[in-house]
Each structure stands twice: as structure tokens, then as C-alpha cells.
Nanobody, 121 residues
Framework: QVQLVESGGGLVQPGGPLRLSCAAS????????MGWYRQAVGNQRELVAS???????TYVDSVKGRFTISSDNAKNTVYLQMNSLGPEDTAVYYC???????????????WGQGTQVTVSS
């Protein structure tokens, strides 16, 4: 069973940066999409950023110009560089991979365990 392991969350002051990482424990036959969701207390989970295998990126409007998604395919890792953080960015961040398993050839979504990001002075 492939696991996604997240790291990089924590407490940061308003205006500061933070970089999240999410690494898969094993390789896939193919990764179609990677990305990040977040869920703040009392809110629904929202898609923050995604990256397709072709390199297309999408962002929710509230993070455009501040967040950057990238990947290291050799390491099966996706990153989220977050700059100019504000209290509204406080949430649990979850990474995901939509990928094809090597053994079964089936596509499915894999999720990270979530990492807390708190923006506060």
C-alpha cells in the first residue's frame, strides 16, 4: 500500500513563508495529478493547487500569486511553496496523488495524512 507522507507544516507569522512536502512511499506506474487541499475549522475542504502530468497548474483564486506547486517526479514528491501567508491560510493541508498503481494498473486517489499550518503572531 502506497503512503503519502507530508512534512513542513507548523506555526508561521503573518507574511511569512512555509514549504510543504509530500512524498510517496513507492513509485507509481503513472501519476496523472498531484495537488493540495486544505480544510479550515468549520469549512469544507477546498482544492488549493493542482499539477497535471503535463505541467498544467491550477490554483484557487485566494492563493494565486502567493503559492506555487511543483514536483520532483524522480522522488515522487510534490511541494507547495506558500508565501505571504495570512491568518486565512490557517488550515490542515492534505496532499493527494491521482495515480496508476504499478501492480494492478488501476487508477485511484491517494491522500496524505494532513499537516497543520497555523498563521498567527
Amino acid at each position: 500500500q502506497v503512503q503519502l507522507v507530508e512534512s513542513g507544516g507548523g506555526l508561521v507569522q503573518p507574511g511569512g513563508p512555509l514549504r510543504l512536502s509530500c512524498a510517496a512511499s513507492r513509485s507509481f506506474f503513472r501519476i496523472d495529478y498531484m495537488g493540495w487541499y486544505r480544510q479550515a475549522v468549520g469549512n469544507q475542504r477546498e482544492l488549493v493547487a493542482s499539477l497535471s502530468s503535463g505541467g498544467t497548474t491550477t490554483y484557487v483564486d485566494s492563493v494565486k500569486g502567493r503559492f506555487t506547486i511543483s514536483s520532483d517526479n524522480a522522488k515522487n514528491t510534490v511541494y507547495l511553496q506558500m508565501n505571504s501567508l495570512g491568518p486565512e491560510d490557517t488550515a490542515v493541508y492534505y496532499c493527494y496523488f491521482y495515480a496508476v498503481e504499478q501492480r494492478s494498473g488501476r487508477s485511484r486517489t491517494y491522500w496524505g495524512q494532513g499537516t497543520q499550518v497555523t498563521v498567527s503572531s
